[in-house]
Every structure is written in structure tokens, then in C-alpha cells.
């Protein structure tokens, strides 16, 4: 049933489904507008630089929020963890630097 009602429901009805609510995994593609509204935006700008990348929240719970930075080709360049609790944001270079910063912010 539920195929076929998806099927006699185009648009709308998908869009709304494929849209978690403050889910566990989002993987969904953040502007930078909107990423310039998180707390801890501009600290990673900093770290990180003005490159054009490709931001992707891979998690945003209560306790987490996980964004990828993915340069040009796609590819993984940096990773952060912010932990909402403590304040603390990490940020990891994924091409071999490691760990770039790690401090609580705020």
C-alpha cells in the first residue's frame, strides 16, 4: 500500500517524507547562510579558511552536530564535532593534518 500511495502522491507528499525532523542522521546539504547561523560557524571559517566547500550535516541531535566540509571534487577535507553540552568543537583536517582545533567556544 504504501508504494502505491506514494505513486498517486507525487511532490508534496515526497518531499515532506524525505525531510527528518531533527533525526539522528541527516546528510543533507547546508547553504552558507544557513550554516553562518551555528554557533560555531565561524570559528571553523576561520580554521579552515574561505574555500568553496560543499557543507553536509552528517548528524545534529541533542548532544552532536557532525558537518563535512567536501572540497570541489566531492571530497572529504574537513570534519567537525560540536558538542552541545560543553560547548566543545573540534575540527579535523581529513587529509593528514588531524585534529586543527579543539576548544570549548563561547
Do not use: C
Not at 574537513?78 to 573540534?90: C, D, P
Request: glycine letters at 6%; charged letters at 30%.
Amino acid at each position: 500500500k504504501n508504494s502505491k500511495a506514494k505513486e498517486e502522491t507525487p511532490g508534496e507528499f515526497l518531499q515532506e517524507e524525505e525531510k527528518p525532523n531533527e533525526a539522528d542522521q541527516l546528510k543533507d546539504d547546508l547553504s552558507e547562510e544557513e550554516a553562518a547561523t551555528l554557533p560555531e560557524y565561524n570559528i571553523i571559517r576561520k580554521q579552515i579558511g574561505d574555500g568553496s566547500y560543499t557543507i553536509v550535516i552528517i548528524a545534529n541531535n541533542e548532544e552532536t552536530r557532525i558537518l563535512h566540509f567536501l572540497n570541489v571534487q566531492g571530497e572529504l577535507q574537513y570534519k567537525s564535532v560540536f558538542v552541545k553540552e560543553t560547548n566543545r568543537l573540534k575540527i579535523i583536517n581529513t587529509k593528514g593534518e588531524g585534529i586543527v582545533f579543539n576548544q570549548v567556544i563561547g
